[in-house]
């Protein structure tokens, strides 16, 4: 019992947190759920050749009512370009279906090993971009936009998050505010989210090693004790995403991206 409730405890946290993230990153939460149902999972007993599998699909569940609140929050600040996330919803869901088929045949080893790297470049990038605030490129064609979203979307589902961080990144590269990047980002991921949670299940659903309380890779314990907690916090993370200045919020989400790419980087080779 004293176990059930340190879980509980750990998951609300994460869910707090997670939510606070959504809101001011637009990236659906899931590069701090991941790495919390993956810890939360092992002191479970899970076992360790799916327990990656469980955290980005547990994750992807929340992400979805998480996104969802946390772009109608940018969207009542009228940050959200909507013309972007009609261009990209398509291709979008196509890499959400290779990713799907992808992480199915791949080990948590893999996973764990695609989502460090993935999220160290990108922190990357940025922190090279504030180094360089002149440097903007000039805006893609479309069919550039439409093939990075169908990469969005691939990684996006292997990682277990909403894409925020390759949506986020990809519009400051091509001079876009970093509050516009923010909410559009926040848009995409329940795009993201429901396709993938869905081919997850799928994925999931006839493997011996899953616990209790599971629908294919989806903890559904997991899922109903963060997603209250990741709802209320989802709304303060927009409010304060509004109240920092570009430079300030640019800097914070390069040093989030770092930790936690340098957290999962590391735990590939324990």
């Known amino acids: 019992m004293t176990s059930f409730f340190l879980f509980a405890a750990i998951l609300l946290f994460g869910g707090f947190t997670a939510g606070i993230i959504a809101g001011l990153f637009g990236v659906g939460g899931g590069v701090i759920l991941v790495p919390v149902l993956y810890e939360v999972l092992g002191l479970a007993g899970v076992d360790e050749a799916i327990r990656t599998h469980m955290a980005v699909a547990t994750s992807l569940a929340v992400i979805l009512p998480t996104g969802i609140r946390s772009a109608m ?36 080893t893999q996973l764990r090993l695609i989502y460090a790297v993935m999220v160290l470049i990108v922190a990357f990038f940025l922190i090279w971009s504030r180094q360089n605030p002149n440097i903007r490129f000039p805006w893609p064609a479309n069919w550039v936009t439409r093939l990075y979203g169908v990469l969005t979307g691939c990684l996006s589902t292997l990682m277990g998050i909403g894409g925020g961080i390759f949506t986020t990144s990809y519009m400051i590269s091509f001079g876009r505010s ?3 990047a923010v909410g559009t980002a926040a848009a995409i991921g329940p795009i993201i989210a429901l396709p993938a949670m869905v081919g997850f299940i799928w994925a999931g659903f006839d493997n011996s090693l899953l616990p209790k309380g599971s629908l294919g890779f989806i903890s559904l314990i997991g899922a109903v004790l963060i997603l209250p907690a990741s709802l209320i916090a989802a709304p303060w993370g927009v409010k304060l995403a509004h109240r920092l200045s570009r430079a300030h919020l640019e800097l914070m989400f390069a040093l989030f991206l770092l930790t936690v790419g340098l957290r999962f980087f590391i735990s590939v080779f324990e």
């Not at 940018?74 to 013309?83: A, L, P, R, T, V």
């Not at 398509?90 to 992480?103: K, R, Y």
């Open 178 to 180: 970093i509050h516009q």
């Open 73 to 108: 929050g940018h969207h009542e600040k009228g940050s959200i370009d909507w013309s972007f996330v009609k261009l990209n919803a398509p291709f979008i869901v196509i890499g959400v279906v290779i990713g799907t088929l992808t992480a199915r045949e791949i080990d948590g």
